[in-house]
């Protein structure tokens, strides 16, 4: 798919996904284009666990708190990065911008090979669900789950929620300017 | 150009960029894939200033240290989130993954338009730039200049630096799981 299709098509959808399974060289090429992302000081701090073991997946939307777009899952990915990120630069970390560099490099992918997903992260941050889905994935204490993307075909039409036009959201040489 | 191709053929490009200028369309289209990424809770938080003014470019580049690639840059592209963002959901803010997903997007455009860029935000963070470049774009108080990346066509030739084996990233089901 041409890079500014799936971009533009790319969607958040939060309805069932169907039973299918995704082949597991498609998780591994939706993966890679997460892991080509730059990273601050190249310092390559996502990890993935790529995750289409049923009884998994099924405890995972557990977790989570059992919204229809995870409990429908054919598989997941969570993304991780360090518990406590060391600075790599004057004191500054760049994991979380690593983190979403990679979350959209995948969302882009998921799009390109006619699947859905939506990032979800604010819904990992309650009630101890990072905590519990690393319990459950193996994560060791100095890492976090700080996203999961769940991934399947959807089950029914989504589309994109509305937005500003672009046009109110960037200007030439000054903020705000119109010329 | 194929989604997948921009993915795994975007690099960090710091050398120095031929003058010729940036069509606006160009800057527009970058823009436009900029601010489809997503948001959270859809607050469509970044801005950006498109700056091809050679006077604020020639300000701009003398703001941020004077690298290479932003003296002889014909455009950039500054990105901005809020000074102090408000939290969307259970208290949490999510403007530097909706910088960062942004940034991610326009930098896969460039890469299918021809050009070179970098991701730069650690530069200015420091000796008080993004408020020096802040008040050169006349930004107001309340936002504040997260990244900027350089646009322009490439003089010599670079490449991605040198990535850990994606194998050694992702894992199946199991964090380091080896099946």
């Known amino acids: 798919m041409d890079l500014f299709d799936a971009i533009h098509e790319r969607y958040s959808y939060r309805g069932a996904l169907l039973p299918t399974p995704v082949p597991r060289a498609d ?8 892991l080509a992302a730059p990273s601050g000081c190249n310092a390559q701090t996502p990890r993935l666990i790529l995750v289409d073991d ?3 997946l099924a405890e995972a939307a557990q977790i989570l708190g059992g919204r229809e777009v995870l409990a429908t899952a054919p598989a997941l990915i969570a993304v991780l990065i360090d518990a406590a990120p060391e600075p790599t ?5 760049f994991q979380i911008e690593d983190c979403a560099a990679a979350v959209e490099n995948m969302l ?3 799009t390109a090979l006619g699947y859905a997903s939506v990032w979800l992260d604010g819904n ?6 990072a905590e519990a889905l690393g319990a459950l994935l193996g994560v060791p204490a100095d890492k976090r789950v700080r996203v999961i993307l769940p ?6 039409t ?4 509305e937005k500003l036009p672009y046009t109110d959201r960037y200007w030439f040489n000054r903020y705000e300017a119109r010329d």
Do not use: C, K, M, S
């Not at 998780?27 to 997460?34: K, P």
């Not at 630069?89 to 970390?93: D, I, V």
């Open 27 to 34: 998780l591994e090429r939706i993966a890679a284009a997460g």
């Open 54 to 56: 049923p009884a998994l």
């Open 89 to 93: 630069y004057e004191g500054f970390a």
């Open 108 to 110: 882009l992918a998921v």
């Open 124 to 129: 990992l941050r309650v009630q101890n669900r």
């Open 151 to 156: 991934v399947g075909r959807p089950a029914g």
């Open 158 to 161: 989504g589309a994109r929620r």
